[in-house]
């Protein structure tokens, strides 16, 4: 404790710092909100298995003949399962195929529940939203832990990663309306796992099958 008579010590934070935090990206600052309330992540037990045996991401694409992206789709679990290339290499190491697994699945879970119903509360009103894709009104609900918008529009990618969903699945939902007659059971799941309830997902098909009739009046 310094004396009652001395100024206190002010720590500014340097203009260089300020002006990174000021231009953070809207999904850097959201993810730190995210961790401010709920804690650090632990890693996915695959990016725990390349950093402790020291393998660079295209070092091990190279060892499993997967592809580079293979790998860090791997690592950010959006992939319902592992590819079998992946794990026969870690099988082949010695590691146990239901711990890969398992493991596997609790971070995909953990991520979910981490984003605890990112997209808010939207009303997937059917005269509303038949113009609009009900994918399009999650993404431009995305929403803060403390329940304040984001203000910005999640994009499909941004969307996978968060929902621990396969960025191509999520494409086509959006894309090929005419060939999709529902919501994909994977996006159902995760937004299961991400707190929504069971009459939410029903409104959400039902706002996409009100959508999809509507594209096909239009031709």
Request: charged share 25%.
């Amino acid at each position: 404790m310094g004396d009652a008579n001395t100024a206190p010590t002010i720590r500014y934070k340097s203009r260089k710092k300020v002006k990174k935090e000021k231009h953070k990206s809207p999904i850097a600052l959201y993810l730190q909100n995210v961790e401010d309330k709920v804690g650090d992540l632990k890693p996915n037990n695959f990016r725990l298995l390349r950093i402790r045996k020291k393998y660079t991401v295209q070092g091990l694409a190279d060892k499993t003949g997967l592809s580079k992206q293979a790998i860090i789709r791997t690592e950010q679990a959006v992939y319902p399962v592992p590819p079998v290339g992946l794990l026969d290499f870690w099988l082949k190491q010695g590691y146990n195929y239901k711990k890969l697994m398992d493991e596997y699945g609790d971070y995909q879970l953990n991520i979910r529940q981490r984003h605890h119903k990112l997209f808010g509360e939207p009303i997937l009103d059917l005269e509303c939203y038949k113009d609009k894709h009900p994918n399009q009104v999650l993404r431009l609900n995305w929403t803060n832990p403390d329940g304040t918008p984001v203000g910005y529009v999640m994009n499909v990618t941004e969307q996978a990663k968060l929902l621990c969903v396969s960025q191509s699945v999520l494409n086509y939902f959006e894309n090929s309306v005419k060939q999709q007659h529902s919501v994909p059971m994977p996006l159902s799941s995760a937004l299961r796992d991400a707190g929504y309830s069971v009459r939410f997902l029903e409104d959400l098909d039902r706002a996409y099958v009100a959508y999809r009739k509507q594209v096909l009046v239009n031709g």
